[in-house]
Structure formats: structure tokens, C-alpha cells
């Protein structure tokens, strides 16, 4: 099992951030590959793409204006085994990407994931006040993952505002 590639495009639209690849994605190599993973099921029901794309089309996003990473690239059962060394190495790797691609916005699939990144405890879901790299909207939702038990309605309400800020902001 390696490293997941990233999906990568200057000046995308909108960047998604996950905390690692879990064992499935490892396995097939494709992003949000879990068979509970809701990522791709939340991007077609909040518009953010126009059909319900499958793990193995992820490169299809690009042309849409997105792109896909994560904070850590090593492949993990959970996001537990991540280990601190880890997340700092991830979070300068991920600081880095931002400043050479200049999405306009990052999404961060988990508020953990966010907590990493931006070494804050507080953090809620949506646009966050205060970025960590200025110029670029840092936006949290909720983790996709299928162990997360927010209501499904509410993780697309908060999926559907990412649409909507990201249809707001001018084209590159």
C-alpha cells in the first residue's frame, strides 16, 4: 500500500484536505475509497459536482476545479495511529502546497484535520474567521467518514454552503 497521488491544479477552486488514506483507499489507490465513505455521495448531493463521481474517477475533479490531498499521506485503519511528528511534517508539507497552487478555498474534510493544520482546539464547522495562510478561505466540514454520526442533512447543509461561497468568489 503506498501513497495516495494527489489531485493538483494552480489557482483550483477549492482544495479538500482529509486527514490520511484509510486502508481501502490504500488498497485501491483512489481517495475516499471506503465503502462507508459518504465524500463522494456529499459532493454530488450538494451540487459540488454534477453526477455522483466513483473513487476511481477522482482525477475528473480537476477539470472542475478542484483538488484532493491529505495532511498525511500514510495509509492507516484510523486517524488515531497518526502520530505528532507526523502531523507536523504534513502540516508544512500542506502549508507549502497551498502557497504553490493558491486554491481559493481549502476544505478540510474534519474538524480534527483542521485542529492539525492550524494547531488551534477550537474549531466549528464553516468559514473560519481568521485563516492560517491569508488570501485563502479555510472552510471545515464535517468528516465524510461513515463513523461520524452528524446527522447526513446536515453535513450536506454544510456541503451546499461550500458550493455556495465557492460560486460567489470571481473566477481565476
Known amino acids: ?41 456529499l459532493l454530488a448531493d450538494a451540487q459540488l459536482t454534477p453526477r455522483r463521481y466513483r473513487p476511481e474517477e477522482e482525477s475528473e475533479l480537476a477539470g ?11 495509509v492507516t485503519k484510523t486517524a488515531a495511529e497518526i502520530t505528532p511528528e507526523e502531523y507536523e ?16 478555498i481549502v476544505a478540510f474534510n474534519g474538524i480534527g484535520v483542521y485542529s492539525q493544520y492550524a494547531e488551534r482546539r477550537k474549531v466549528a464547522a464553516g468559514v473560519q474567521e481568521t485563516p492560517v495562510i491569508p488570501g485563502v478561505i479555510d472552510f471545515v466540514l ?14 450536506v447543509d454544510l456541503y451546499k454552503k461550500l458550493k455556495a461561497l465557492s460560486d460567489s468568489l470571481p473566477s481565476a
Do not use: Q
Request: hydrophobic share 35%.
Open 1 to 41: 500500500m503506498g501513497e495516495l497521488p494527489d489531485i493538483l491544479i494552480r489557482n483550483m477552486k477549492i482544495l479538500f484536505v482529509g486527514f490520511n488514506p484509510g486502508l481501502r483507499s490504500g488498497s485501491t489507490g483512489h481517495h475516499y475509497a471506503g465503502h462507508s465513505n459518504r465524500f463522494w455521495k
Open 64 to 74: 472542475l476545479g478542484f483538488g484532493l490531498t491529505n495532511i498525511v499521506a500514510r
Open 89 to 104: 511534517t504534513g502540516r508544512h508539507r500542506l502549508r507549502a502546497l497551498i502557497n504553490l497552487y493558491n486554491p481559493k
Open 142 to 155: 464535517p468528516s465524510p467518514s461513515g463513523l461520524v454520526r452528524l446527522p447526513y442533512s446536515e453535513m
